[in-house]
């Protein structure tokens, strides 16, 4: 069975979103085996300089490259990253996992971004939308993306 790591910056907070998180979490469980990781978020002051957000988003970064699977295809969640409709990553998962890969480890960065070390690491950048949102926000839109992916893959009515 395929073994998805999710690792995050933050710690969710809002029920709403921790509610939905386990909602899809709790669906994927027939499809994958999902291992859920937050780190916590560097501190920055209330207006923090340039300088200050490029070593918040280092140290956030060593946590998260401490943490990543060494065996796992890696994708980081970035606004630089490549674009998918539903039907293409669907299609991209399973060719990953046809050819032999068994962990894919998906990273959320926090309220700056991934640091470059750990984007150059990763096999894939993948963005979600020209949109941006929160990282915290993040979490539910990742697990019902990978789980809409499994639902395109099985025929299942929930992707129309």
Not at 30 to 54: D, N, Q, V, W, Y
Not at 85 to 108: C, K, R
Request: proline residues 5%; hydrophobic residues 40%.
């Amino acid at each position: 069975m395929l073994k998805i790591n999710v690792i995050s910056v933050g710690t969710l907070r809002e029920p709403y979103f921790i509610a939905a998180r386990d909602e899809y979490i709790k669906r994927l469980s027939p499809f994958c085996r999902i291992e859920r990781t937050e780190i916590p978020e560097a501190h920055t002051s209330s207006s923090p300089s340039p300088a200050e957000i490029t070593a918040a988003m280092a140290a956030e970064g060593r946590s998260i490259l401490r943490l990543l699977p060494q065996k796992a295809y890696k994708i980081a969640l970035c606004v630089e990253g490549r674009r998918f409709t539903s039907e293409a990553f669907a299609s991209y998962l399973e060719e990953l996992e046809v050819g032999g890969v068994s962990n894919i480890a998906f990273i959320i960065g926090g309220p700056w971004g991934l640091s470059q070390e750990v984007k150059s690491s990763c096999d894939l950048l993948l963005s979600v939308s020209d949109f941006t949102f929160t990282h915290r926000m993040m979490q539910p839109i990742l697990y019902e993306i990978i789980y809409r992916s499994f639902c395109i893959r099985t025929g299942s009515k929930y992707h129309k």
